[in-house]
């Protein structure tokens, strides 16, 4: 299952933070903190849960994961990962660089 993307933007600003912390994974937030931003993590640094789900993968290999009961109300939507001006979730790779990641989303066909 492939049910994300990233704009080029994102993956430019995907490589800077690569660079600095080397490997990373994503997590959607539930929308708790930080609202529902795509978290980015160190890969080994953050614990992948049970009933987390792992929507896809980046271009580069960057595993992006939503939790279960997250993924039951979104299984129908594809998740563009973007980058805005602001500041990152608290906890993300994302935060202090004046830049942010953010999840945008098209709505699927529903299988019959």
């Known amino acids: 299952m492939d049910k994300v ?11 800077e933070i690569k660079a600095d912390h080397g490997p990373v ?5 539930g929308g708790c903190c930080d609202g529902s931003s795509p978290m980015c993590y160190p ?7 049970e009933s987390d789900v792992l929507l896809g993968t980046l271009p ?5 994961y939503i939790g279960g009961a997250q993924f039951e109300v979104w299984q129908h939507t594809d998740l563009i990962l973007d980058v805005v001006p602001g500041r ?5 790779l ?5 830049r942010r990641f953010l999840t945008r989303s098209t709505v699927c066909a529903v299988p019959a």
Do not use: K, Y
């Open 5 to 15: 993307t990233a704009t080029p933007e994102a993956m430019a600003f995907l490589a």
């Open 25 to 29: 994974l994503f997590h959607q937030s």
């Open 43 to 49: 890969q080994g640094e953050f614990r992948i849960g």
């Open 60 to 64: 580069d290999g960057t595993p992006v």
């Open 88 to 92: 990152g979730g608290m906890f993300s």
């Open 94 to 98: 994302d935060n202090g660089r004046e």
